[in-house]
Structures are given as C-alpha cells and as structure tokens.
C-alpha cells in the first residue's frame, strides 16, 4: 500500500533550522513527484515546495524561497525540506503528498496520496 509519513517536525526559536523527511514507502519514489504543503493555525493549506521525478524540478512558495530547500533521495526512498531562517510565520502541521507525474505541483488537487503531517513551532 502506497503511504508517505512525515518526521522532523518539533519546537525550533525563529532564525533556527528543521529538516522535514517525507519516507515514501510501497512504491518506488522515482516514480513519482512529492510536495510539501502546510496549514498554520487559522490558515488556508498551502503548497510549500514540490519536487519532480527530476531533481531539477523544484518549485517554492515565494513566502518560501532562498530559505527552504527540497531535496529528494531515492536510494532511501525519502524527500527532505531544509528549513532555515525560520519564522514564526512558518508555524503549521506540514504535509507530504505525491503524485504519479514527471512534474511536480504545488496544488492540493493534483496530490492522490498524502501523509498526517508533523507540527513545526517557530517560538522563543
């Protein structure tokens, strides 16, 4: 059965570091494209970041860019979303997702498959 968990989530102060991991496991994840998505307290989801069967395919929020960075490894069937800088704007449960294309997206209705989320608190 297809399923994606994430892990990494936790209580970090603002200016610190979280390195997300999205384990992929009943399918090979070269396959498919994986995203990232969150949801903050009172917030709409959000797609965070995505990346493609390619690893030159990348995608970011722009409330995002040049602090997160996604990162895919296939061999042990895991993606990774590097957080620095963070904010306390950044607090939410971030969500994996993934689907069966070459491209990735950062669209909820493009994702067949998706995770529980972990809980990341940007906090002093």
């Known amino acids: 059965q297809l399923r994606v968990v994430e892990s990494g989530g936790g209580l970090v102060q603002p200016g610190g570091s979280l390195r997300l991991s999205c384990a992929a496991s009943?399918?090979?994840?070269?396959?498919?494209?994986i995203s990232w998505f969150r949801q903050g307290p009172g917030k709409e989801r959000e797609g965070v970041s995505c990346?493609?069967?390619?690893?030159?395919?990348?995608d970011y929020a722009d409330s995002v860019k040049g602090r997160f960075t996604i990162s895919r490894d296939n061999a042990k069937a895991t993606v990774y979303l590097q957080m620095n800088n963070l904010k306390p704007e950044d607090t939410a449960t971030y969500y994996c997702a993934t689907r069966a294309n070459y491209f990735c997206s950062r669209s909820e209705k493009d994702m067949d498959y998706w995770g529980k989320g972990t809980l990341v608190t940007v906090s002093s």
């Open positions: 990346i493609g069967i390619s690893e030159g395919n990348t």
């Open positions: 009943g399918f090979n994840l070269n396959t498919r494209s």
